[in-house]
C-alpha cells in the first residue's frame, strides 16, 4: 500500500507541474470543464455523458504523455534530430487527433439539446 500511495503521490505531481508549465493543457483543461458544465446544464444522457467524460479523458491523457515526451527528448539532445522532432511531431498528431475526434462528439452530444433549447 506504501509503493502504491507513493506512486499516486509522483503521479499528481506530474499532474500538477504539466498543468503548471502546459498552456495547451491548460486550455484543454478549460474545454472539459465548459463540457462537464454543459452537460450537467442540459441534461446529457448518461451514455453520452460517458462518451464526453472518455474522449475527454483521452485527450488529457495524450497531452500529458507528450509533455512527458518533449521533456525526455529534450533532455537527451538539445541539438537538431529529425527522429527526435519526428516522435514529437507524431505524439502532437495523437493529440491533435484525439482533439478533433472530442470536437465532433461534442457537437453530436450537445448540438441537438443546444438547438431545442433555442427553439424554445
Known amino acids: 500500500m506504501k509503493k502504491f500511495l507513493a506512486s499516486l503521490g509522483h503521479a499528481i505531481h506530474g499532474i500538477r507541474h504539466a498543468v503548471a508549465a502546459e498552456r495547451n493543457l491548460k486550455i484543454q483543461l478549460a474545454a472539459f470543464a465548459l463540457a462537464l458544465a454543459a452537460a450537467l446544464l ?18 488529457l491523457a495524450l497531452e ?15 541539438e537538431p534530430d529529425s527522429r527526435i522532432g519526428s516522435a514529437k511531431d507524431v505524439m502532437a498528431g ?26 424554445g
Request: glycine content about 4%.
Open 94 to 119: 495523437a493529440v491533435l487527433l484525439a482533439a478533433v475526434f472530442a470536437a465532433v462528439i461534442g457537437l453530436l452530444v450537445f448540438l441537438p439539446p443546444l438547438l431545442r433549447l433555442l427553439r
Open 42 to 59: 442540459l441534461r446529457i444522457p448518461r451514455l453520452e455523458l460517458l462518451a464526453v467524460l472518455g474522449v475527454s479523458a483521452l485527450v
Open 64 to 78: 500529458l504523455a507528450n509533455t512527458a515526451l518533449e521533456r525526455l527528448a529534450d533532455r537527451v539532445s538539445n
